[in-house]
């Protein structure tokens, strides 16, 4: 898919999450552009799963995603494919700094004693033959099953094995994937003009889809069978992505309740789904903990202000 390799046969882009071209166990020498904060004020968790970052994209939220990851951590990290899009990296080459700081920040979390386990998507299905091995303390597998604290056993996934169009009529999923990116740039000018005006962050796409009855249908439906899939492999749940809409239902299979989990996207609604150390799960969106942050900030500040003014 890529024109270029390394010595090692990996693709170089695949090189770099593996931890440099010409030695994959080694830790990248390059700096990030921009540094990790020295502060320790981190959100712990025990897991943390994200997906469809699409590193190599312009609709890749990497600011955000670079915010969340340097306000967490976890024991494990889960990353549930999509995280490079090799499909418009083929078309045409578009990596800025800040995708390489997320893939160093990633590294790094590795190198402190994170456990990353990574779980190639559809677009990053290059990756995909070297399911099994380990790279830069990457865990590269094809799915996994996590056990939660409270002893749920859970299915983590892409979920594009479940995706009737990628199954049935790959080349509408490619022309599929053009549209989205159209709809992704106009989304970046949409969100330019709103943070000019003060406004916060919202998805033009994620709107788009819950407006529309069929996307709406074909999500429903989606969600429905990997739970099934999930019930007749006998675990608790399952964690996917693929379809950028973060969600939590529970269907009946069998008698039995099976827990569907989808921890979103990086591109449209910037979500990530963290289990805490109670075996607790929660979807968090980014967004919205950043908008709580800059609140109570300002609420802080202020409150330090009136104490100046009657001292």
């Not at 921009?34 to 981190?42: A, C, F, M, S």
């Not at 699409?54 to 990497?62: M, P, S």
Request: aromatic share 10%; with cysteine.
């Amino acid at each position: 898919m890529f024109d270029q390799t390394t010595p090692d046969g990996l693709p170089k882009e695949f090189a770099a999450f593996a931890g440099g071209a010409g030695n994959v166990s080694a830790f990248p020498s390059i700096e990030p552009s921009v540094p990790e904060p020295q502060d320790g004020k981190r959100r712990r968790f025990r897991t943390i799963w994200i997906s469809d970052v699409h590193l190599g994209t312009k609709g890749c939220n990497a600011e955000m995603l670079i915010d969340f990851l340097d306000s967490t951590d976890s024991e494990t990290m889960y990353l549930v494919g999509d995280i490079i899009d090799g499909w418009r990296l083929k078309k045409k080459f578009y990596w800025p700094a800040a995708h390489n700081d997320i893939v160093w920040r990633i590294l790094k979390r590795a190198k402190r004693g994170t456990r990353i386990v990574y779980i190639p998507g559809n677009h990053d299905e290059v990756v995909r033959p070297f399911c099994g091995m380990n790279f830069g303390d990457v865990e590269i597998r094809r799915a996994a099953f996590h056990t939660t604290a409270d002893g749920r056993r859970l299915m983590v996934l892409h979920g594009d094995e479940f995706d009737t169009v990628m199954l049935t009529h790959r080349w509408l999923a490619f022309v599929g994937d053009t549209a989205y990116h159209l709809m992704m740039a106009l989304n970046q000018w949409v969100n330019k003009a709103r943070t000019a005006l003060g406004m916060p962050y919202w998805s033009l796409s994620k709107a788009a889809k819950h407006k529309v009855k069929n996307a709406v249908e074909f999500i429903s439906k989606y969600e429905e069978i990997v739970a099934r899939a999930a019930g007749e492999r006998g675990v608790d749940g399952v964690v996917c992505g693929h379809i950028h809409t973060a969600e939590h239902r529970m269907f009946a299979h069998h008698g039995r309740e099976i827990e569907y989990w989808n921890d979103g996207d990086w591109v449209e609604g910037c979500n990530a789904l963290v289990e805490h150390f109670d075996g607790r799960m929660e979807i968090l969106h980014w967004p919205d903990e950043i908008a709580k942050r800059e609140t109570a900030s300002a609420a802080h500040d202020g409150a330090a202000d009136d104490v100046r003014a009657v001292a």
